[in-house]
């Protein structure tokens, strides 16, 4: 008998901002297989013996392969056991869910998906904003900033992004920010736009830094690599408490 598949999204870290059917999930699972970012003080919430599996993939780091955690939740699930498969973030947004979804599908296997807090809306309100300004903001686009090869896609609507009445949330752009920012200009957005860099969001370590594009361009450049996960919020942002 074929066992089920939970798709719980984490949130950015921080175990208070769990969904309490995600909670639930993790209370009730026989496995849970977990991302890098959806470890620590969440992990605690899984019940006794539960079997936590390290599935998580950073860049730069040396991580499982997606073809591999795509065959574990198949094999665990076809075990007759129940199987979380704890996402950082939204599950939905940029995780690799599509990929899962597919090999479980294949596989005859039952799947549901629990939404989370993905890090573009705990960034805004870490940062006491709305991702959203009535008549200067009326959308909001989440774009990634690095492709399959860690570099800046080369297909995004750069007019789309480049729209300074648009609130943008890059997603994996720490390392290509200073040629998106280069590319952003060069479409017509100007250089004092201004921009939130979020670092370790929901940890201990949570970092909020609030510039332009152009500061926080020139800042990244200079400081090399770095292993914080980070979210990056520019364009139409609303001004900082005071």
Known sequence: ??????????????????????????????VVLYDDLASGAILDLARSGANLVAVGKRAGRLSAKQHHVSRLLVDYAAAGVRVVRLKSGDAGIFG??????????????????????????????QAGIPLTRRLTSRRVQFVTGADVTGELPADLNWAALAD?????????????FPALAARLIAH???PDTPALLAESLGHADERLLRTTITALADRLMQAGAATAAAVILFGALAPERG
Do not use: H, Q
């Not at 769990?18 to 026989?30: H, I, P, S, V, W």
């Open 1 to 30: 008998m074929s066992g089920f598949v939970s798709f719980v999204s984490a949130g950015p870290g921080d175990p208070e901002l769990l969904t309490m059917k995600g909670a639930a999930r993790l209370r009730e699972a026989d």
């Open 96 to 125: 690799r869910l599509e990929e899962e979804i597919e090999a479980l599908r294949a596989a005859g296997i039952g799947y549901e998906i629990i939404p989370g807090v993905t890090s573009a809306s705990v960034a805004a309100a």
């Open 188 to 190: 017509g957005l100007a």
């Open 164 to 176: 300074p009445e648009a609130t943008t949330v890059v997603y994996m752009g720490r390392r290509t």
